[in-house]
């Protein structure tokens, strides 16, 4: 049985998993991106979605001259937004029965935890920036 989608819905989000691999380094990095679909159908929002996902993919050279490749791996979730876009709408929910205690005060994070007020921070991972965009904003640095 399928889930319930009112006729008037135009909105999916949709979570894009993709996977980073530099070569000359054994760890990878994985996104998961949360993007909107607006579709007219779960079916249409799956093939956006996957559309989407599909040319996210890519193959570059890092500032390192090593090959950097991004593949979609698929979807982890796809999702109908219910009500319309607008401040305080709600996107997604999830409902987990019998939650202790103290794992629903860990799941409450103070505002300086939040991601969109931490400092930023030096990456531990593979370096999979593109060496086009780093050698155009030198350029654009060495001007000034």
């Known amino acids: 049985m399928m889930a319930h989608i009112p006729e008037n819905v135009e909105w999916y989000l949709a979570e894009l998993i993709l996977e980073i691999s ?3 380094d054994e760890r990878n990095v994985v996104h998961k991106n ?7 159908s779960p079916d249409e929002a799956y093939a956006k979605a996957i ?6 993919e890519d193959v570059y050279e890092n500032p390192s001259h090593r ?4 593949v979609f791996r698929g979807l982890s979730k796809l999702n109908v937004i219910y009500e319309p876009l607008e401040d305080g709408a709600e996107l997604l929910f999830e409902e987990i029965v ?3 205690e103290q794992d629903v005060r860990g799941w ?21 920036s593109a060496k086009e965009i780093v050698d155009q904003a030198e350029r654009i640095r060495s001007r000034f």
């Open 34 to 40: 949360l993007m909107l679909i607006k579709a007219s």
């Open 108 to 128: 409450v994070l103070p505002k300086a935890s939040l991601a969109v007020f931490r400092p930023i921070t030096s990456k531990s991972g593979p370096d999979y």
């Open 51 to 56: 559309q989407l996902g599909k040319q996210e």
């Open 22 to 24: 530099v070569s000359g």
């Open 67 to 70: 090959r950097v490749r991004t």
């Open 98 to 100: 019998g939650v202790p």
